[in-house]
């Protein structure tokens, strides 16, 4: 059996019209041409289909097999499809909603205007009718599914239903004229949008809400709020993916920073402990060189002790002799002195003596001039400059 398909035309150029084999063949189900709410089993052109909102083909390609295909793949991969089919649906059913609200405001236009009471009694019947309608769907689908039982229990409670719905009707046509309340008072659907009636039968109620419309659009709905709430939940595990992710890339690079100032700081106490090891061979060396320039020192100050009370020594020796020699010389050169002293003395004494010899010889030889003058009668000048020629030989 071929399928044909239409394809969105800003994907493809033109529709595409394959067979389910040729297209298994040519595209893969993650293609941007495959229907992501077809995957999902929850496209409302599926939904909808053979009901009076038919949508017709959808413009993307469905495919069982593809469908199959992705449901094996997503056990072991997560594709995020189901924002995609999100966005569709909630599309959808934004569209019914503003269409929901043009009837109610179509129908306020239209009706007569009545007051808030007459209008929330209105309202608990029309609840009624819902309610009672609900309830017999579910009555005949489980009777066509075999519980009987429980087929039998639900139309018990149809039948409480419709005697509240009954005192409610009552109630509503009490609080109106006859001539309003004959007159078909008409509602929308909040599901699908369509119209239901006050005066409406169990029938018509029953085929309403047991009707594929009305079914369809709560599979849709419920579809809608399951996604919402598988996209909050995988996007809150991808967050907690991220976090934790960072987490550990912070704590990779917190461990990689220690790692490096780990590294860092052993390459400095190692460059320190060389430095250091450096500094104890070099002052090592220079302690050596130092005791080996103090021993020099030493060596040399020993030497020149050594040499220097060799030399003390021999010049004590030098000087003991030649104090001696000294000695002996001061002694032979005394000796020597005293001698000439005493010779010197001795001819003092000479000279002294032979002086006094003179002088007395002097005396006696001026007084023999002066008799001899006084004698001879010689005048006062002769004799002075006799005496300055005696004093001049003197």
Known sequence: VCVFARVDHSLSPAPVSVCGDTTRQRIKFNDDRVCKSHLLNCCPHDILLGTRMDLGECLKVHDLALRADYEIASKNQDYFFELDAMDH???????CDRRTEVAKKRLSETQEEISAEVAAKAERVHELNEEIGKLLAKAEQMGAEGNVDESQKVMEEVEKARSRKREAEEVYRNSMPASSFQQQKLRVCEVCSAYLGLHDNDRRLADHFGGKLHLGFIEIREKLDELRKMVSEKQEKRNQERLRRREEREKEERERLKKSRDRSRDHKRSRSREHRRKRSRSSSRDRKKRSRSR??????????????????????????????????HSSRRNTRSSKERSSRD?????????????????????DRKRSYESANGKTEEDKQSSEEREAGEI
Do not use: P
Not at 297 to 307: C, Q, T
């Open 295 to 328: 021993s020099r020192e030493r060596h040399r100050r020993h030497r020149s002790r050594s040499g220097s009370r060799s030399r003390s020594r021999s010049h004590h020796r030098s000087r003991h002799s030649s104090r001696d020699r000294s000695r002996e």
């Open 346 to 366: 001795q001819s003092s004494r000479d000279k002294d003596r032979s002086s006094r010899e003179k002088s007395r010889d002097t005396d006696r030889n001026k």
């Open 89 to 95: 649906l909630q599309s959808f059913i934004a569209d």
